[in-house]
């Protein structure tokens, strides 16, 4: 359906422009195209640029294109100015048994709108065999039909045309038949089958036989049917209809089951002989779908929709048939009375929908076809829109209309017009059909974009990262559309010698300003630069603003010293005479800091000195002054370190070595200069000896810590060791210990040396010593005694005396 609608809009348009063109003469030459049936798609019919004597540009800028009402078999290439094949063309298909096959269609051109009418004709190809409606043909014939007996066999259909199309038939075998044709009234041939000899059913029941059909083409197409012959007794007179041909008229769109006509048919015979049946030949069963003939009556009545845009004639070929086999054949012609059912149909054929506001009146802005299927007055249409609005319409040509404007259109009061076009047959009922078309009225370029500022200040920081944002300036259009569409671009300058689009850049479409690099502030402080705000019309509008941009300063520059000039390869020393006053200037440091603002102030201390009760630095001048009197304990030599700060977030310092000989002469001073040398190697060796003698330590520390663990895990896997062995136990006595109670009964001094099993971990000994305070008293005979001394033991405890001064108190 959704085709059916395009192909139709299509017709419609191409009907338009054909009509517009002969309404202008402007249709130029006609070119005629003879081509073979069967092509495929893309084949070549011709090149149209050569035979109408166009120029390929001309198809180009002239927007060529194929305008066709009926078919869509052909298509333009217009860069190749040539004519081809859109689908495979069927001649039968497209014209069935017309001759000759064509089919016309325009090309159009436009500026200046030209119309070339172009016919191609299709030429027949012997693509199609004569084929009969049935693979068999029954025929009951009586014995008594006398020589010369017709038996129509109907005929076979070959879609071709000329001599491609059926030519003749043949028979085999041909004893008792020939063959005869037969023309109907509208011109159709069919093919009879002439009894030659009298039959006879006792002799022969039954006979077979072949009818070929024959086409004229190269090579010959043949097609062919089985004809069985039953013999049968005592028929010997064929129906005879009323009428060769019957005409009846039908509505379309009635019900189904209307009588539409009655064909009717008489038998000379009596009895079965004389009963009839009718039926509709096949030839014209395809045009019959839409009816239904009864067998027995012959009433023709409505089956199906008749539509009389699709069909307005239908013809029917029926056969009455008697029950021996004799037949006969009429023409029955229904003529389809038009009815009105058809809306008229609105198609555009060419529609501005966008206008310029200073578009003059009589304007065109859309062309409408308007089509009615319906015939008569049922096709006849009148077309209006509504009076208030600044457009007529106005018929052009048949079934043409052209929309125009009628008036000054003003795009600030109204940008869009919503015009309906209505469309009323004159049928009864009248039908109708309205189509609204949008209309846009377009912007004239007549605004410059505004920025929001006269001048735009932005400020950043030097040493910023490359592509951060510095700022956004913005422009409005008044204009709309692509008129009011904003690009910003940057105008080309120099700034100190380098291009400005190597140190900004901006977003054409946000007008958001970026930094392309990172900006030092003591290279560049501030610079201005232009944008240029341009809309998007053609040729656009522009307009320009400054933009000043401000590097601010950043504390990154330590101070540098110009005075003294600190060198490795000389010494430099200033000379202070003993005989000096207080406030004497020594010498003046001198710094500069090339940032700006507080982070270029510099302030002056004194870090390090040899004798720091001798001088002082000015904390804002780096002047340095004796703050009193010289001494002879005053060294010669003097080493003064001076740290230059500046007042920056945070602040950045620099150092500088002042050295100071205090002497009255030179020669006094040239005896200690070679020394300050010496004092840097000196610093430079006890600092390298302090980390040496840290490593040593350090070393040594580790190692002791290694020997005390070492010693610890080897005493207590000798333990473990000594517990799991079986040694008795054997007392000793000692001959220079008293005895451990304290009461003197021993005749000597012993001493106890105690030797335990493994087991004895069980009932371990132990000296304690009490909690009083214990004395002990050597007599003159070296006999030691202490008093209060008890020997405990205790389960799982080691048994030792708790007396610090034995050179060994139990071994185990």
């Known amino acids: ?477 008044e204009d709309c559309g692509q008129n009011a569409r904003v690009s910003y671009f940057l105008e080309e300058s120099q700034v100190g010698g380098n291009s400005i689009s190597s140190l900004i850049s901006v977003n054409s479409e946000t007008g958001e300003i970026y930094a392309v690099r990172s900006f030092d502030y003591e290279q560049i402080k501030a610079f201005k630069f232009h944008i240029k705000a341009q809309d998007g019309a053609s040729p656009p509008l522009n307009s320009n603003v400054t933009i000043k941009l401000i590097i601010q300063d950043q504390n990154d520059n330590v101070p540098q010293v110009l005075y003294p000039v600190q060198t490795s390869s000389s010494l430099v020393a200033e000379m202070v005479p003993r005989s000096a006053d207080v406030g004497y200037l020594v010498t003046k440091v001198v710094a500069v800091d090339v940032d700006s603002g507080q982070n270029a102030w510099l302030s002056y201390k004194l870090q390090k000195a040899t004798d720091r009760a001798l001088f002082q630095v000015g904390l804002q001048n780096g002047e340095i002054r004796t703050i009193r009197q010289v001494t002879d304990k005053d060294a010669v030599k003097q080493r003064l370190t001076v740290v230059v700060e500046d007042n920056g977030q945070p602040s950045r310092s620099a150092t500088v070595n002042v050295n100071v000989a205090v002497a009255d002469s030179f020669p006094e001073v040239l005896s200690e200069f070679t020394d300050f040398t010496n004092d840097t190697d000196y610093n430079d060796n006890l600092t390298f000896y302090l980390v040496l003698a840290l490593a040593v330590v350090s070393f040594l520390f580790i190692s002791c810590v290694v020997v005390i663990i070492s010693v610890k895990i080897y005493r207590w896997r000798q333990c473990r060791n000594f517990q799991h062995s079986n040694l008795p136990v054997i007392p000793y006595y000692p001959p220079r210990y008293a005895d451990a109670g304290g009461t003197g009964t021993l005749q000597q001094v012993y001493n106890y040396e105690v030797c335990m099993t493994t087991d004895s971990r069980k009932s371990d000994c132990k000296f304690a010593r009490p909690f009083s305070q214990n004395v002990l008293i050597m007599d003159q005979g070296s006999t030691m005694t202490r008093d209060h001394v008890t020997l405990q033991c205790s389960q799982n405890e080691r048994c030792f005396l708790d007396d610090p001064d034995s050179p060994e108190q139990v071994r185990r």
């Open 1 to 477: 359906m959704f085709e059916g609608k395009q192909n139709r809009k299509q017709q419609w348009q191409g009907r338009l422009i054909i009509l517009c063109a002969l309404l202008l003469h402007i249709v130029r030459c006609q070119v005629r195209y003879s081509i073979p049936e069967e092509m495929v798609h893309g084949s070549l019919i011709g090149d149209l640029s050569k035979d109408l004597g166009l120029d390929i540009r001309r198809l180009k800028s002239g927007r060529a294109r194929i305008v066709s009402e009926e078919n869509d078999c052909v298509e333009l290439n217009a860069d190749k100015g040539i004519l081809m094949v859109k689908k495979r063309i069927d001649r039968e298909e497209l014209c069935g048994q017309t001759s000759p096959c064509s089919f016309n269609f325009e090309m159009v051109l436009e500026n200046p709108m030209e119309l070339f009418s172009i016919t191609v004709e299709i030429l027949d190809i012997n693509d199609n065999s004569p084929a009969f409606a049935n693979k068999e043909i029954t025929l009951n014939i009586s014995e008594v039909a006398s020589p010369g007996a017709q038996f129509i066999l109907g005929s076979a259909v070959d879609p071709d045309v000329g001599l491609n199309a059926l030519q003749s038939y043949s028979l085999k075998p041909s004893t008792h038949f020939t063959l005869k044709e037969q023309t109907f009234a509208d011109g159709g041939k069919y093919v009879e089958m002439v009894l030659q000899s009298p039959l006879d059913r006792e002799k022969e029941g039954e006979m077979f036989l072949t009818l070929t059909a024959a086409d004229g083409g190269n090579p010959r197409r043949t097609g062919m049917v089985s004809i069985k012959v039953n013999v049968l007794d005592a028929n010997d007179n064929a129906p005879v209809f009323s009428q060769a041909i019957y005409k009846a008229s039908v509505f379309e769109n009635c019900p189904k089951g209307t009588l539409v006509a009655t064909v009717i048919a008489t038998d000379a015979d009596v009895g079965s002989n004389g009963q009839l049946e009718y039926y509709i030949d096949h030839l014209t069963q395809q045009n019959a779908m839409v009816f239904t003939l009864s067998p027995s009556s012959g009433e023709i009545r409505v089956s199906g929709l008749i539509d009389y845009e699709k069909t307005k004639q239908f013809q029917i070929n029926v056969i009455a048939k008697d029950i021996g086999g004799l037949s006969k054949s009429c023409k029955v012609i229904i003529e389809v009375i038009d009815v009105n059912d058809n809306p008229p149909v609105i198609a555009l054929t060419s529609f501005s929908n966008t206008i310029p506001e200073d578009s003059p009146p009589g304007t065109t802005v859309a062309i409408v076809n308007v089509k009615d299927l319906d015939s008569g007055q049922n096709g006849n249409v009148n077309c209006s829109i509504d009076h208030s609005l600044p457009f007529k319409i106005e018929s052009s040509l048949a079934n043409y209309y052209t929309l125009l404007t009628n008036s000054v259109l003003d795009r600030e009061v109204v940008s869009e017009y919503n015009v309906t076009v209505t469309v009323v047959d004159k049928g009864l009922p009248s039908l109708c059909n309205n189509k609204t078309l949008r209309i846009r009225i377009s912007d004239v370029n007549d605004n410059v974009p505004v920025f929001d500022k006269s001048e735009y200040t932005a400020r950043i920081l030097e040493n910023n990262s490359p592509g951060v944002s510095i700022g956004l300036v913005h422009a409005k259009d």
